[in-house]
C-alpha cells in the first residue's frame, strides 16, 4: 500500500471567503432528538471567536485536535471553553465548563510544524462536571483495521454551526502507520469531530478530524491513527505534563445563543 505522506503537497487553512457545502448530499443535519439519538456524545467545544467538534471518550472527557484548544494552552486560561453535548438549535443534552486541557506532547506549536504534525494534532479536555452516561453515552475508541474501507463523520461546521450534521458515509482514500486520508465533508468546525467506525453495533472513535488537503486532485480530510496517540495524551494528563487548569474553573449550566458561526482554524504545513 502507498503511504500518505509522499502525496501531501499541500495542508492549508480553508480559505475564509469559501462556503461549506451546506447541501452535500452525504450529508445530514441532526434536527429532531430522535436524529441524535446514539450520537448524543458528539458535541460543539465552545471557545473565545470560535468553535469546533468533539467527543465524549469518557463522561468528563472530551477528545478533540490539539489545534483546537492551542490557543487556551498558549494562555494558560480555560475561560470560556465549554462543551456542549449534543447541541442543536439552542438546545443540548447536557454541558459544562472545561476544568483542564492537554495537548499531545509531542505536538508542535511552531510556525511551521509540517504535514507530520497531524499524528500528534490530538487535545483532551477535563469537564468540570461530568456528563451523565445515561444520558450520553461515551464512546470507545479503537484502531481502524485494514479492512475497514468506510466511515462516518459527526460534526459541526462553518454553515451548520447550530446543529451536528452526519455523513453516515464516506470512504478511506489512504492510510499509512500514522494517518489516514478520507473523503469525508470537513470545513471550519469540522476540526476535532470524530471519525467512527459504524460497523459494529455501535460506532468506535478511529480518529479525529485535523486538517484538509489537496490529495491527488482531490479534496480530502486528513486525521491520525488511533488508540497510541491517544494514549500517550491520557499518560501526559495524569502526570501532569503540560497541562492548563485548574480549581478556579467554575462549573455552572450553560445557555447557548449568538454565537459565531466562524470555526477553528486548520493546520497550516
Same mark, same amino acid.
Given at each position: 500500500?502507498?503511504?500518505? *505522506?509522499?502525496?501531501?503537497?499541500?495542508?492549508?487553512?480553508?480559505?475564509?471567503? %469559501?462556503?461549506?457545502?451546506?447541501?452535500?448530499?452525504?450529508?445530514?443535519?441532526?434536527?429532531?432528538?430522535?436524529?441524535?439519538?446514539?450520537?448524543?456524545?458528539?458535541?460543539?467545544?465552545?471557545?473565545?471567536?470560535?468553535?469546533?467538534?468533539?467527543?465524549? !471518550?469518557?463522561?468528563?472527557?472530551?477528545?478533540?485536535?490539539?489545534?483546537?484548544?492551542?490557543? %487556551?494552552?498558549?494562555?494558560g486560561s480555560l475561560?470560556?471553553?465549554?462543551?456542549?453535548?449534543?447541541?442543536?438549535?439552542?438546545?443540548?443534552?447536557?454541558?459544562?465548563? %472545561?476544568?483542564?486541557?492537554?495537548?499531545?506532547?509531542?505536538?508542535?506549536?511552531?510556525? /511551521? #510544524?509540517?504535514?507530520?504534525?497531524?499524528?500528534?494534532?490530538?487535545?483532551?479536555?477535563?469537564?468540570?462536571?461530568?456528563?451523565?452516561?445515561?444520558?450520553?453515552?461515551?464512546?470507545?475508541?479503537?484502531? *481502524?483495521?485494514?479492512?475497514?474501507?468506510? !466511515?462516518?463523520?459527526?460534526?459541526?461546521?462553518?454553515?451548520?454551526?447550530?446543529?451536528?450534521?452526519?455523513?453516515?458515509?464516506?470512504?478511506?482514500?489512504?492510510?499509512?502507520?500514522?494517518?489516514? %486520508?478520507?473523503?469525508?465533508?470537513?470545513?471550519?468546525?469540522?476540526?476535532?469531530?470524530?471519525?467512527? /467506525?459504524?460497523?459494529?453495533?455501535r460506532p468506535r472513535?478511529?480518529?479525529?478530524?485535523?486538517?484538509?488537503? /489537496?490529495?491527488?486532485?482531490?479534496?480530502?480530510? *486528513?486525521?491520525?491513527?488511533? #488508540?497510541?496517540?491517544?494514549?500517550?495524551?491520557?499518560?501526559?494528563?495524569?502526570?501532569?505534563?503540560?497541562?492548563?487548569?485548574?480549581?478556579?474553573?467554575?462549573?455552572?449550566?450553560?445557555?447557548?445563543?449568538?454565537?459565531?458561526?466562524?470555526?477553528?482554524?486548520?493546520?497550516?504545513?
Open positions: 500500500m502507498k503511504l500518505i *505522506l509522499p502525496f501531501l503537497l499541500s495542508v492549508w487553512l480553508v480559505p475564509h471567503i %469559501a462556503h461549506a457545502q451546506d447541501s452535500a448530499a452525504g450529508l445530514k443535519r441532526l434536527t429532531l432528538r430522535s436524529d441524535l439519538l446514539g450520537f448524543e456524545a458528539v458535541g460543539r467545544l465552545d471557545m473565545p471567536g470560535g468553535f469546533c467538534s468533539g467527543a465524549l !471518550i469518557a463522561s468528563d472527557l472530551v477528545l478533540t485536535a490539539a489545534h483546537c484548544i492551542e490557543d %487556551a494552552v498558549a494562555k475561560e470560556g471553553l465549554k462543551f456542549f453535548a449534543g447541541l442543536r438549535d439552542g438546545e443540548f443534552v447536557e454541558a459544562s465548563a %472545561a476544568k483542564l486541557a492537554v495537548m499531545h506532547p509531542s505536538y508542535d506549536t511552531g510556525p /511551521n #510544524p509540517g504535514v507530520r504534525n497531524i499524528r500528534y494534532d490530538i487535545g483532551l479536555v477535563v469537564l468540570e462536571a461530568p456528563i451523565s452516561t445515561g444520558t450520553a453515552a461515551p464512546f470507545a475508541v479503537e484502531a *481502524l483495521s485494514q479492512s475497514e474501507h468506510e !466511515i462516518s463523520v459527526v460534526s459541526y461546521a462553518r454553515g451548520r454551526a447550530d446543529a451536528l450534521s452526519r455523513e453516515a458515509r464516506c470512504s478511506v482514500m489512504d492510510r499509512d502507520r500514522d494517518l489516514i %486520508a478520507f473523503d469525508c465533508d470537513i470545513w471550519f468546525g469540522s476540526s476535532g469531530a470524530p471519525v467512527f /467506525n459504524t460497523s459494529g453495533r472513535i478511529v480518529s479525529v478530524v485535523s486538517a484538509v488537503t /489537496n490529495y491527488q486532485g482531490q479534496k480530502a480530510g *486528513l486525521g491520525m491513527m488511533l #488508540p497510541t496517540r491517544l494514549a500517550e495524551v491520557k499518560q501526559a494528563l495524569r502526570a501532569g505534563r503540560g497541562v492548563v487548569g485548574g480549581a478556579e474553573v467554575k462549573s455552572r449550566r450553560i445557555g447557548v445563543g449568538g454565537r459565531s458561526d466562524a470555526g477553528a482554524r486548520f493546520v497550516k504545513p
